[in-house]
């Protein structure tokens, strides 16, 4: 079985400050992990993926996570956090049973202040 | 390149009526994949299906939730009948590959359903 958990369901920074979102899961196989975000009324859109190729995963809009398997985490960081960063993120891990079947974390609302 | 779609947008339904969802893949993804959120919580898996074939179905939580793909194209989730706890999120996703674990899955922005 494989699990997220999503420490904070809001997170707030000022603008240029550092942005960490926390992620750890569990799976009983090599884990592929990924990282959403959601801004109002759109789909989720795909910010990075760790597929076991490098520990340190780069993705759009400035963002990266790191893998760390002793830890079981997938932090999402970003050195500098703009306002338009402001928007619900969303952890998941795939790989176990059904292998397109992706679990979800319960997601943390990044907020802005200026 | 038009992305998933999703139709409607909101849907607000009494208890016991019925309502269907649409869902309109990439076109040439042959995974399309139904995910609800409920009540701010985690989005959950509810089936998964490769072409009109229904790869996983594990998530569905009861009879009361039909979903098709017929002609491998577009896919309804039809709930009938609806109840409260039905309310939430329906998001669908499609992707291009086999299926495998390390696909990028492409959202649709989803349906907000509202039973009352």
């Known amino acids: 079985a494989q699990s997220v958990t999503q420490l904070g369901s809001h997170v707030s920074v000022s603008e240029g400050a550092l942005v960490l979102l926390r992620c750890n899961y569990s799976s009983s196989v090599p884990p592929y992990l990924f990282w959403y975000v959601q801004y109002p009324n759109q789909g989720l859109q795909l910010l990075l993926k760790?597929?076991?190729?490098?520990?340190l995963v780069k993705g759009i809009n400035g963002f990266e996570a790191e893998f760390k398997k002793s830890e079981t985490s997938f932090h999402l960081t970003k050195p500098s956090a703009h306002m338009s960063d402001a928007a619900e993120y969303f952890c998941?891990?795939?790989?176990?049973?059904?292998?397109?079947?992706?679990?979800f974390g319960d997601g943390t609302t990044l907020t802005v202040k200026p | 390149e038009a992305g998933v779609t999703q139709f409607p947008s909101h849907s607000v339904i009494e208890k016991g009526q019925t309502v269907t969802l649409r869902c309109d893949p990439i076109s040439g993804h042959d995974n399309l994949y139904w995910y609800r959120r409920v009540m701010g919580k985690e989005i959950k898996f509810l089936l998964h299906f490769v072409k009109e074939s229904k790869q996983d179905e594990s998530g569905m939580p009861n009879n009361r939730f039909l979903a098709e793909r017929t002609g491998g194209t577009y896919s309804t989730l039809k709930v009938q009948p609806a109840e409260l706890e039905d309310s939430g999120v329906y998001f669908c996703?499609?992707?291009?590959?086999?299926?495998?674990?390390?696909?990028?899955?492409?959202f649709g922005p989803g349906t907000r359903l509202t039973v009352t």
């Open positions: 998941a891990v795939s790989g176990d049973t059904n292998a397109g079947k992706s679990t």
């Open positions: 996703a499609s992707s291009q590959d086999s299926g495998r674990a390390s696909d990028e899955q492409y």
């Open positions: 760790y597929t076991s190729a490098a520990t």
